[in-house]
Nanobody, 125 residues
Framework: QVQLVESGGGLVQPGGSLRLSCAAS????????VGWFRQAPGQERVGISR????????YYADSVKGRFTISRDNAKNAVILQMTSLKPEDTAIYYC??????????????????WGQGTPVTVSS
């Protein structure tokens, strides 16, 4: 059974850090392009970072560039999103998504085949 499970969300103060994990089962995540998306209350789901399988190329939206880092942990069949210098505007449900393509996949929701259930992140003092 193909499944993606996010974990690591929670409540953090502004300026703090969180480490989100996207763990896959039923397939080898290292062979897939992976994207992280987030959806704030009342807003559309938007892509914030992606990593490809071919050469590990990464991309970050301007809103998170310099603060978030995406990486692979192939030993755990997972992709990690390390988030630092968190701001209240980072508050959202965070989703990971995967697509069976070794190159880069645009950060569009329709471009990804498999999705996790999301993990909530709240940045507040």
């Amino acid at each position: 059974q193909v499944q993606l499970v996010e974990s690591g969300g929670g409540l953090v103060q502004p300026g703090g850090s969180l480490r989100l994990s996207c763990a896959a089962s039923g397939f080898t995540l290292g062979d897939y392009a992976v994207g992280w998306f987030r959806q704030a209350p009342g807003q559309e789901r938007v892509g914030i970072s992606r990593i490809n399988s071919f050469n590990g190329d990464t991309y970050y939206a301007d809103s998170v560039k310099g603060r978030f880092t995406i990486s692979r942990d192939n030993a755990k069949n997972a992709v990690i999103l390390q988030m630092t210098s968190l701001k209240p505007e980072d508050t959202a449900i965070y989703y990971c998504a995967a697509h069976p393509f070794m190159g880069s996949v645009p950060l569009l929701t329709l471009a990804y085949r498999y999705w996790g259930q999301g993990t909530p992140v709240t940045v507040s003092s």
